[in-house]
């Protein structure tokens, strides 16, 4: 059974930072582009970064500058690292694999609360 574990949200003040790390299923994380999304209330869900197996990155505007992917292959981990996080960084996060092509899937994590107080 394939499976997103989230963790690592929580409460943190205006300035403040965050790590959020996404345990993935071996059987995909090696071929997946892992991503980060966010859904504040009342919007919709909205991309924040995504990172392809080759390490290729790519950030929503807003956050550039201040939040970073990596992946950890030894762990099937996806991190999103979060600094200088602002009041309407305020979101449930969610962790994502796609795999497009041959045998294609997607796959999305439970969801980790990230408030940020001003």
């Known amino acids: 059974q394939v499976q997103l574990v989230e963790s690592g949200g929580g409460l943190v003040q205006s300035g403040g930072s965050l790590r959020l790390s996404c345990a993935a299923s071996k059987s995909i994380f090696g071929s997946s582009v892992m991503g980060w999304y966010r859904q504040a209330p009342g919007k919709q869900r909205e991309l924040v970064a995504t990172i392809t197996s080759s390490g290729g990155t790519n950030y929503e505007d807003s956050v550039k500058g201040r939040f970073s992917i990596t992946r950890e292959y030894a762990k099937n981990t996806v991190y999103l690292q979060m600094n200088s996080l602002k009041p309407e960084d305020t979101a449930i996060y969610y962790c994502?694999?796609?795999?497009?092509?041959?045998?294609?899937?997607?796959?999305w994590g439970q969801g980790t609360q990230v408030t940020v107080s001003s």
């Open positions: 994502n694999a796609v795999r497009r092509g041959l045998g294609p899937f997607n796959y």
